[in-house]
């Protein structure tokens, strides 16, 4: 039973590039989200999504960054012309449908971005 | 405004008892998560509070007095590899944020031999 599956787990570009990080979720689940964390710092909340849906995107910055869950295939964060603070690590999470409960998040391995 | 606070680092021995507090500010939500990440690893759920009172998993405890806007986590019999980062969460009761896990920025503890 695999867990969140992050890919890739390291990668590195140059300022103006662009980065695509891949999120599967945990079978099961159909509900994804994703959160950046810096150096030394807490979670913090960037997009949540269903199938084909953007559910709340109230985290996600309104230039550069998007994201997507199609109906077939992972999650993708997209960050285009990357800049040096977009360095951090990416955390994608899974859940299924949030009831009045716990919530509990299942969380990947996370995607470490490093902009040179 | 809604917000979690929690102390930035914590230090103990093996052996002790050790409590990390969480305080918010918020009119409302639907209860107090735990999360611990070791060394940026992946957080991994601990436990909940949906009412107040304890709950008790094993050698962790956790606690939510909703009238005090306070939990806090209580990890006895410390052992090394519980040198982590212990986050709380909440998920706030208001539109456009009802359904995500708002963290703390997190409590790193430091188990010493």
């Known amino acids: 039973n695999a867990g969140v599956m992050q890919n890739p787990r390291h990668l590195v570009r140059r300022r103006g590039q662009e980065a695509r990080l891949r999120c599967s979720p945990m079978k099961g689940h159909s509900h994804v989200y994703w959160y950046r964390q810096l150096p030394e710092e807490g979670l913090k909340f960037m997009v949540y999504l269903q199938k084909e849906n953007i559910i709340d995107e109230s985290g996600m910055p309104k230039e550069r960054f998007s994201a997507e869950f199609p109906k077939e295939g992972p999650s993708i964060l997209r960050i285009q012309q990357v800049v040096r603070g977009d360095s951090a690590a990416y955390f994608c999470a899974s859940s299924p449908p949030p009831l009045s409960g716990a919530n509990v998040l299942t969380f990947g391995a996370g995607s470490r971005l490093t902009v040179l | ?113």
């Open chain 2, 1 to 113: 405004g809604q917000s979690l606070e929690q102390p930035s680092e914590v230090t103990a021995v093996e052996g002790a008892i050790v409590q990390i507090n969480c305080t918010y500010q918020t009119s409302g939500f639907y209860g107090l998560s735990w999360y611990q990440q070791h060394d940026g690893g992946a957080p991994t759920f601990l436990s909940y509070n949906a009412l107040d009172g304890l709950e008790e998993t094993g050698r962790f405890s956790s606690f939510l007095s909703r009238s005090d806007s306070y939990g806090y986590l209580l990890l006895q019999e410390l052992q090394m590899k519980d040198s982590a980062s212990y986050f709380c969460a909440v998920r706030f009761i208001s539109s456009g944020s009802a359904r995500q896990l708002t963290f703390g920025s997190g409590t790193q503890l430091t188990v010493l031999p």
